[in-house]
């Protein structure tokens, strides 16, 4: 099975998550934390990526990254290549370093982004490795690096403290320390709620973001193999574009869809439409147009 095709264009914010393949932690190995850092701050330099925030675990890494253009195959095949070339040499290991394929997460600019952030920025205080407010002496993070003076150019720590509406300088390091511990949480429940939030699925932000960036995606990449939960949501919003135009067209409402038959021609019409011109599927037309059980839309469809 052919692997799915990343989702990249200009401009495009992403939430990247890589996992060691060895059983021991891989970057606390000796200088292999370091090593990745390095060749992290070196990929950003060519790819002229701009970084809001990255934590590098025991075993695992984050990274809030902004690509200006759509290179992040190239950059991150780059970067883990790189790594792994590096680490086995020190190391005098052999074969793959990391465990499958990174995971990238596209994010919405603003609330979301800001979301994500402190929780990358708060992994090592909610892994135990450092208590909250010595959250700044874990030195793998671009938390430790915002309060120096001197810092990697791709490190972005203006637009983060922006985001948090706040100037860049010490004392709004200060505010977003509070801020940080403000929003720290202790519950194992709503930790668990968090992690699934910020690393589950292909889109982290508001339904609305999610719809036009679809909208988007469909019009830059009509051909696209994407797969899984990515793919049927890119489906179903151009299905559901598809049909908010023909509703227009046929100056027919939402509340329409309720109120006239299930089998009513204009309904009929779209479905057609839906089933001659994308790959929809009788339930989700069913569905959409409420027209009762799936099996109507078969029968409907056949009528002349």
Known sequence: MPRKERIEYPGAIYHII????????????????????????????????????????????????????????AGMKWLQGTFATRFNRLHQEQGHVFQGRYKSILVEEGRPLLGLIN?????????????????????????AHYWKRQRPACLDRAAVLALAGLPDSTEGMRSYEALLASVDEANPRKRADLHNLYTRGWFLGS????????????????????????????????????????????????EDIL??????????????????????????????????????????????
Not at 239 to 249: A, G, I, K, P
Request: charged fraction near 30%; glycine fraction near 4%.
């Open 18 to 73: 890589s996992r060691g393949n060895y059983r021991k932690p891989l970057f606390t190995l000796h200088g292999s934390g370091t090593a990745f850092e390095e060749a992290l701050f070196e990929v950003a330099d060519r790819c002229r990526w701009r970084i809001f925030a990255y934590v590098i675990m025991n075993n695992h890494y984050h990274v809030a990254v902004e690509t200006p253009e759509a290179n992040l195959v």
């Open 119 to 143: 929780y990358i920025h708060l992994n090592p205080a909610r892994a135990g490795l450092v208590s909250i407010d010595d959250l700044r002496r874990y030195p793998l993070s671009s938390y």
């Open 207 to 254: 339904k609305e973001a999610k719809r036009e960036l679809i909208t988007k995606l469909m019009k830059l990449h009509p051909k696209a193999a994407w797969s899984g939960r990515s793919r049927r949501e890119l489906n179903e919003e151009l299905w559901d574009q598809f049909v908010r135009d023909e509703l227009r067209r046929a100056q027919k409402s939402e």
């Open 259 to 304: 109120r006239d038959p299930k089998g009513a021609r204009w309904k009929v019409d779209i479905a057609r439409s839906l089933r001659r011109q994308f790959t929809a599927g009788n339930r989700w037309i069913a569905q959409r147009l409420h027209m009762g059980h799936p099996t109507r839309v078969s029968l409907a469809l056949r009528s002349p």
